[in-house]
T-cell receptor
Framework: KNQVEQSPQSLIILEGKNCTLQ??????????LRWYKQDTGRGPVSLTI?????NTKSNGRYTATLDADTKQSSLHITASQLSDSASYIC???????????????FGKGTLLTVNP | DVKVTQSSRYLVKRTGEKVFLECVQD?????MFWYRQDPGLGLRLIYF???????EKGDIPEGYSVSREKKERFSLILESASTNQTSMYLC???????????FGPGTRLTVT
């Protein structure tokens, strides 16, 4: 069964600090991995997307890494801001991009709170 | 920018009512999806559609049906709402190929 596990479930940090969120997956065959940010009461918004051949992808202060051998990904947030407070969801796609790309497995998310 | 809109942000319905949730996307995406999101359970796929009038069941289709008469519009129908259908409902759309799904703002449905 395809699964995506995220850790920690929740995290509280002070503004300006860095943090790293983890994602482990058992999805086969692997197609790509995305990190989404979801503000409270809003829909998720994509931060990064990585395929098998990519091991790092940045989007501003967000840097995602992927280790396809160990089936792990991380999302590193640098110099956190109050607006980073949100749920971060790891999503893994199985199959090839032209076929079952819609078969996504979602993690349950990490709730990040950034305090002043 | 891709835009996915949902008909209501908040909705309160009574048990047994028929409920329609509407979703519209403006990017000519082939695929559209309905999810529900509950605390501790994450997003779960209810139904998806890969073309007009085509639909497939997701992981939790019981108690729901869908309709896609036009490419840009995907409706979720609760035939007889029950309290266990109180949840956040999220619509998404995507092209076939990239697979990246774009989400709407969500509808928080409360069934009393």
């Amino acid at each position: 069964k395809n699964q995506v596990e995220q850790s920690p479930q929740s995290l509280i940090i002070l503004e300006g600090k860095n943090c790293t969120l983890q994602c482990n997956y058992t999805v086969s065959p692997f197609s790509n991995l995305r990190w989404y940010k979801q503000d409270t009461g809003r829909g998720p918004v994509s931060l990064t997307i990585m395929t098998f051949s990519e091991n790092t992808k940045s989007n501003g202060r967000y840097t995602a890494t992927l280790d396809a051998d160990t089936k792990q990904s991380s999302l590193h947030i640098t110099a956190s801001q109050l607006s980073d407070s949100a749920s971060y969801i790891c999503v893994v796609s199985a199959g090839n991009s032209g076929g079952s790309n819609y078969k996504l497995t979602f993690g349950k998310g990490t709730l990040l709170t950034v305090n002043p | 920018d891709v835009k996915v809109t949902q008909s209501s942000r908040y909705l309160v319905k009574r048990t047994g009512e028929k409920v329609f949730l509407e979703c519209v996307q403006d990017m000519d995406h082939e695929n559209m999806f309905w999810y529900r999101q509950d605390p501790g359970l994450g997003l779960r796929l209810i139904y998806f559609s890969y073309d007009v009038k085509m639909k497939e069941k997701g992981d939790i289709p019981e108690g729901y049906s869908v309709s896609r008469e036009k490419k840009e519009r995907f409706s979720l129908i609760l035939e007889s709402a029950s309290t266990n259908q109180t949840s956040m409902y999220l619509c998404a759309s995507s092209w076939t190929g990239t697979g990246e799904q774009y989400f709407g703002p969500g509808t928080r449905l409360t069934v009393t």
